[in-house]
């Protein structure tokens, strides 16, 4: 079963900052928070991850609250090539092979 | 580098048909992953390998699926006989030799309809 919980869907305007919020209420001190994402027709491309300090890339932020139970990744001016279904993952440290567990995502739609 | 390369993108067949999907994982990657993607769905984990080893095949339908990667590198999923509910998208992934947290680079992956 899925750890984590998201919006199947969210829309935001071009060129605006993008905040998609993931819930992983039950995550354990030894595991970590990853974000995927998936523009269709392809298949999903790394984002980011982090265990509980936040994160910055070229591609995102990731804010993680300081009890852990909740993330949100950060997409600073979303342009229409954004749009994809996004994934929130946990993953337990060590497990670097394992297979990734994949929820339903929440599919972020940019509006021109 | 070259990314995760998988053919063919698309196959339909008649159900009770056999099936071969091929992937070439981003070279020097030890580990390749097998995913199925239903529509709507998430990608969920068929096998994984590491080097030619099957360490995770839990999920892996074993009656009509079957899997190798003789040499460590490409590897073949195969469905004999494909059924209506094989219809989906399968993705291969592949990662560098077990680490703390490896990136997986996941494939476009093959749309297979059954009819």
């Known amino acids: 079963d899925a750890k984590t919980t998201q919006p199947p869907s969210m829309d935001c305007a071009e060129g605006r900052a993008a905040n998609l919020p993931c819930n992983h209420s039950t995550i354990s001190g030894n595991e970590y928070v990853y974000w995927y994402r998936q523009i269709h027709s392809q298949g999903p491309q790394y984002i980011i991850h982090?265990?509980?300090n936040n994160e910055t890339n070229e591609m995102a932020s990731l804010i993680i609250t300081e009890d852990r139970k909740s993330s949100t990744l950060i997409l600073p001016h979303a342009t229409l090539r954004d749009t994809a279904v996004y994934y929130c993952?946990?993953?337990?440290?060590?497990?670097?092979?394992?297979?990734?567990?994949f929820g339903k995502g929440t599919h972020l739609i940019i509006q021109p | 580098e070259a990314g995760v390369v998988q053919s063919p993108r698309y196959k339909i067949i008649e159900k009770k048909q056999p099936v071969a999907f091929w992937c070439n994982p981003i070279s020097g990657h030890n580990t390749l992953y097998w995913y199925r993607q239903n529509l709507g769905q998430g990608p969920e984990l068929l096998i994984r390998y590491e080097n030619e080893e099957a360490v995770d095949d839990s999920q892996l339908p074993k009656d009509r699926f079957s899997a190798e990667r003789l040499k460590g590198v490409d590897s073949t999923l195969k469905i004999q006989p494909a059924e209506l509910g094989d219809s989906a998208v399968y993705l291969c992934?592949?990662?560098?030799?077990?680490?703390?947290?490896?990136?997986?680079?996941f494939g476009p992956g093959t749309r297979l309809l059954v009819l």
């Open positions: 993952i946990v993953r337990v440290a060590g497990g670097g092979a394992d297979g990734l567990t």
């Open positions: 992934a592949s990662s560098r030799a077990r680490g703390n947290q490896e990136t997986q680079y």
């Open positions: 982090g265990l509980k």
